[in-house]
């Protein structure tokens, strides 16, 4: 709907229009019922003065004012929206009221109704500002209602293996596709799109999200195996999701008012879900309990004391790959590992060779048959040879020729020093007498 009113006006104003709206439309509102309305989350009462500039403003409607923060439960399929058993609605209630997030509200679902697989259970909030399936498992229940503005869920148990999972940065998302995709099929090129406008992009509490990757580019996994855009989705099975670029702490950010706290056990903080490591090591097996903080300075201490390919999960003996360090390092702290990895895996490469030079970190594949290196990065020569830099005007035979004779001088030199020295009883200089007496202290 939309209204123009005059600088200055009240939300009972607002009000007004509405039920004038609907009157004329043959839809007359009791006058019993009672409006809540929102602006940007929060409540705004009757005698509250309008925003003078556009704005967007929800309301909810029901029967009395002790109605409006009460839930309500349905089936999703009953077109008469009848009340769910009293019993399992005071249970779901209690849970939600001590935190209860959108996976434990499954499991009680299941449990209440002998469901041996709590997956099947299919979560919909019912109106709001954001109304479709409540996906994700980590998601607190309480917070729908305070920033989606929902209380009413409904629910449906799905046929068996009539979904899909999701992991992605350490969460569990449960996808219940359309009756007509699981009999007919989906590809995982149209899922994709699903995922991205129904999940990744639909996560925030208010205004315009800033999730700016494409669907195409969200790389799914199944069984340690990249899935094609082509295939079918295999209903009943778990997929991994991987974000591209920055996509992933932004889709984070987005997600953290949905998500619980929990906390760190190293720094004993009590931290965000999203602020917790998902993963360390990609061979770990156990649920990280550290935060994303305290991890990227164990590497850092990590890098600065041991081998660069030694680096171990501080949870577990697991080493930490490639990946994993870029993941979950800091950039400087992650370019200064991937320096060093680059520098090894090249060593091992046969005839590749670093620069001499002190200003210059270049290196290449040198040509066997000549002894003479020549950066291609900044033009500096030095004798393989030798491994000095390149000794102009002089082959690598008369540079031997010279250096040895360099050396037979040098052992006369000492010696004749030795011939003609004492040594220095405290420090073992070598001394010579030019004057004086013979006493050395």
Known sequence: MKFALRPGSAVAKLEQLIRRRYQDKGHPIASAAHFAFYLDGKVLNPEHVLPPTPSKIW??????????????????????N??????LATQLVQAIDTGATVGELRRKIATFMSISDPDRVLLV??????????????WVVSEVKRHWLCCWISYHVARTNAYAVINGLGRRYIYHPESHYFYDGMSVRRW????????????????KTG???????????????RVSKTTRVCWGKTYEVELPGQTAKIFSTEEAWLLPDETCSVCLDSKNLSLMAYKIASG???KPTICNACLGQWIASELETKMWNRIKCPECPKPLQFADVKR???????????????????????????CKSAKCSSGQIDDVRCVRFKCKACKTSHCIKHDVPWHSGETCEEYDKRNIQKKNDERASEAEITKSSKKCPSCNKAVHKFSGCNHIT
């Open 82 to 87: 009848q009340p769910i058993p009293p019993e």
């Open 284 to 286: 770990c097996e156990h």
């Open 125 to 138: 909030a019912r109106g709001g500002t954001r109304p479709g399936q409540l996906q994700g498992d980590s």
């Open 192 to 207: 994709q799109h699903h995922l991205d406008t129904r999940l990744f992009r639909n996560v925030r509490s208010r205004g």
């Open 328 to 354: 979950n390092a800091s950039k400087s702290v992650f370019k200064r590992y991937d320096e060093l990895a680059t520098r090894a895996a090249l060593g091992n490469i046969p005839n590749f060779r670093w």
């Open 59 to 80: 309301y909810r409607m029901s029967r009395s004012s002790a109605e409006v923060d009460q839930w309500k439960f349905s089936q999703y399929k009953d077109a008469n």
């Open 211 to 225: 999730f700016n990757a494409h669907w195409s580019e969200l790389i799914l996994t199944l069984d340690d195996t």
